[in-house]
C-alpha cells in the first residue's frame, strides 16, 4: 500500500529553527515534495528531492533518504507568517504520468 | 503569468441536490488535477487528465461523481447526487508533462457545505 505519516501539529518561537519529519511507503518512487498550506488557501510548492541529501533554499531545506523512506523540512529563522499547514507529497511511479499523494499535514504555530 | 482560476470560490447544498465546480489551468499545461480535501486532512487526488484524456479516476467515486476535460483545456467536476461527507474544499491543480520536478499549481479551491 501507499502510506505517508507526518506529526499532526508541532509549536515553535519566532527566530528558532524547526525540523518537520516525513516518513513514506509508496510503489515506486518519483520524488518527494513539499508545499505549504495557509489557513483557507491553496498549497504552493516548497522544495522537490528526488536524489538523497540536503536542497537549500534560502530559509527552508529539505531533506532525503530514499533507503529509508525519510525526509525533513527545516525552517531557519522562523517567522510569524510560517504559520501555516505543512504537507509531505511523494510521486510514486505512475506509469509515466506525474502523481501525487499527499501526506494529512502538519500544522505549524510560530509563538513569539 | 495567470494562475489556476476556479468558480464558484464557495457553495452550499442541500443533501441529493447537484453541484458543479469549474477549472482553468495555466496556460500550456496539459495535465490537469481535481483533489479532494477534507478539514484537517491532505488533498486526495480524485482524477487526472492529460490533455482530455482521464490517466487515473481510481478513487473518483464514479456513482455520484464525474469530471471532463473538453478540448483539453476547462475542466468540469460534477457531484450528482451530494452526501454530507462530501462536504470539502475541491482543488484544482494544474503541471507540465512528463515526469519528475514537475510543480503543481493549484488553484484557491471551491469550498463546498452540503446541509
Known amino acids: 500500500g501507499q502510506n505517508i505519516d507526518q506529526p499532526t501539529e508541532m509549536t515553535a518561537t519566532e527566530g528558532a529553527i524547526v525540523q518537520i519529519n516525513c516518513t513514506y511507503q509508496t510503489s515506486g518512487f518519483n520524488g518527494l515534495f513539499w508545499y505549504q498550506q495557509h489557513a483557507g488557501e491553496a498549497p504552493t510548492f516548497l522544495s522537490y528531492?528526488?536524489?538523497?541529501g540536503l536542497e537549500e533554499k534560502g530559509r527552508f531545506s529539505s531533506f532525503l533518504s530514499r533507503s529509508k523512506g525519510y525526509s525533513y523540512l527545516l525552517l531557519k529563522e522562523l517567522q510569524m507568517k510560517d504559520s501555516a499547514s505543512y504537507l509531505c507529497?511523494?510521486?510514486?511511479?505512475?506509469?509515466?504520468?506525474?502523481?501525487?499523494?499527499f501526506g494529512a499535514g502538519t500544522r505549524l504555530a510560530v509563538h513569539p | 503569468e495567470a494562475g489556476v482560476a476556479q468558480s464558484p470560490r464557495y457553495k452550499i447544498i442541500e443533501k441529493r441536490q447537484s453541484v458543479a465546480f469549474w477549472c482553468n489551468p495555466i496556460s500550456g499545461h496539459a495535465t490537469l488535477y481535481w483533489y479532494q480535501q477534507i478539514l484537517g486532512q491532505g488533498p486526495k487526488l480524485l482524477i487526472q487528465f492529460q490533455n482530455n484524456g482521464v490517466v487515473d479516476d481510481s478513487q473518483l467515486p464514479k456513482d455520484r461523481f464525474s469530471a471532463e476535460r473538453l478540448k483539453g483545456v476547462d475542466s468540469t467536476l460534477k457531484i450528482q447526487p451530494a452526501k454530507l461527507e462530501d462536504s470539502a474544499v475541491y482543488l484544482c491543480?494544474?503541471?507540465?508533462?512528463?515526469?519528475?520536478?514537475?510543480?503543481?499549481?493549484f488553484g484557491p479551491g471551491t469550498r463546498l457545505t452540503v446541509t
Open positions: 528531492n528526488v536524489l538523497d
Open positions: 507529497a511523494v510521486s510514486p511511479f505512475s506509469g509515466g504520468y506525474n502523481k501525487l499523494i
Open positions: 491543480a494544474s503541471s507540465g508533462t512528463g515526469t519528475g520536478n514537475l510543480e503543481q499549481y
